[in-house]
């Protein structure tokens, strides 16, 4: 990836994409770890990017784990 993604892109993609895109994500997060710590990163600002998209991934899984509850919330009823 080469730039942050923005939440509705993702909330367009499958569950197996999300997937998909969540193992990739962690893989250059262990990539970029790897390279700071042998000396090589140049973009250090692209490890806080990667957490962040991590983190936007999860939270959009887990939204589509729960769409009933989530429409509950929004409308004010108590379940």
């Not at 991934?57 to 009823?77: F, Y």
């Amino acid at each position: 990836m080469s730039k942050q993604s923005k939440p509705t892109d993702i909330r367009l993609k499958t569950p197996d994409q999300l997937a998909a895109m969540l193992l990739d994500l962690r893989k250059e997060q262990f990539n970029l770890r790897f390279q700071r710590a042998t000396g090589q990163q140049e973009g250090v600002g692209r490890v806080l990017a990667v957490r962040r998209d991590i983190a936007r991934v999860k939270t959009i899984m887990t939204e589509q784990k729960r769409p009933v509850a989530a429409g509950a919330l929004r409308s004010g009823v108590k379940s």
